[in-house]
C-alpha cells in the first residue's frame, strides 16, 4: 500500500526568509501524482502544488517550488520570501489518477509558524 | 463560481445520539469524497461517490456510518449512534485535483 511520510511535525521560518518542507512516499507505481495542500486554522484544504511523476520538471507556483527526486521517493516543498499568511498546516499528498478518480493519501503534516 | 458548501460548521453532541452532515459539491463535479480529519493527523477518505454510486466504502465504518448520495449531487453523511472517538473534523471535496474541499464540519461528542 501507498505512504506517505512527513517527518517535520514542526517547522519554524523568519518572515522573508526560505523554508523548506520534507515528504517521502512509498509506492510501486510508475505514473502517479503527489501534492501539497495547506490548511490554516479556517480548516479549508487549499491546494498549493500539484506535480505529475512523469513530468521530470519540478512545478513551480509563485513562491512555492517543488524539489522531486523520483528515484529517492522524495517530494518536498520550497517556501521562498516566507510571509506571515503562509502559516498553517502543510500536507504532502499522493494520489494513483491525479485526484480525479482516486483517493488522496496524505501525510501527518508539518506545523509552520512565520516569525515576524 | 462557489465552492463545496458543508453544513453545519460545528455539531456538538451527546454520545449516542445521531448526527448528521450536508455536503453541496461544486456544480458539474460529479464525484464526491468524505473525508475525517482526526486532530493532529491528515485526512482519510471514508466514501467516494460518483455520481449516485458510492465507488468506494471500504474505510466507511458501517456499523454506525451511513452515507447517501441520492440524486449525484449533494451528500448526507450520518452517524448513529455517535462514540467518543468519532470527535474530528468531516471533509467534503468534489475534485482532489483541483483541490476543491469544504470547510468542513467539526464534531465534537460529549
Known amino acids: 500500500a501507498q505512504t506517505v511520510t512527513q517527518s517535520q511535525p514542526e517547522m519554524s521560518v523568519q518572515e522573508a526568509e526560505t523554508v523548506t518542507l520534507s515528504c517521502t512516499y512509498d509506492?510501486?507505481?510508475?505514473?502517479?501524482?503527489l501534492f501539497w495542500y495547506k490548511q490554516p486554522p479556517s480548516r479549508q484544504m487549499i491546494l498549493v502544488i500539484r506535480?505529475?511523476?512523469?513530468?521530470?520538471q519540478n512545478a513551480t507556483e509563485n513562491r512555492f517550488s517543488v524539489n522531486f527526486q523520483k528515484a529517492a521517493k522524495s517530494f518536498s516543498l520550497k517556501i521562498s520570501d516566507s510571509q506571515l499568511g503562509d502559516a498553517a498546516m502543510y500536507f504532502c499528498?499522493?494520489?494513483?489518477?491525479?485526484?480525479?478518480?482516486?483517493?488522496?493519501?496524505f501525510g501527518k503534516g508539518t506545523k509552520l509558524s512565520v516569525k515576524p | 463560481e462557489a465552492g463545496v458548501v458543508q453544513s453545519p460548521r460545528y455539531k456538538i453532541i451527546e454520545k449516542k445520539q445521531p448526527v448528521a452532515f450536508w455536503c453541496n459539491p461544486i456544480s458539474g463535479h460529479n464525484t464526491l469524497y468524505w473525508y475525517l480529519q482526526n486532530l493532529g493527523q491528515g485526512p482519510e477518505l471514508l466514501i467516494r461517490y460518483e455520481n449516485e454510486e458510492a465507488v468506494d466504502d471500504s474505510q466507511l465504518p458501517k456499523d454506525r456510518f451511513s452515507a447517501e448520495r441520492l440524486k449525484g449531487v449533494d451528500s448526507t453523511l450520518k452517524i448513529q449512534p455517535a462514540e467518543l472517538g468519532d470527535s474530528a473534523v468531516y471533509l467534503c471535496?468534489?475534485?482532489?485535483?483541483?483541490?476543491?474541499f469544504g470547510p468542513g464540519t467539526r464534531l465534537l461528542v460529549l
Open positions: 509506492t510501486s507505481e510508475s505514473d502517479y501524482y
Open positions: 471535496a468534489s475534485s482532489l485535483s483541483e483541490g476543491s
Open positions: 499528498a499522493y494520489d494513483d489518477y491525479g485526484g480525479s478518480q482516486g483517493n488522496l493519501i
Open positions: 506535480q505529475e511523476a512523469y513530468k521530470q
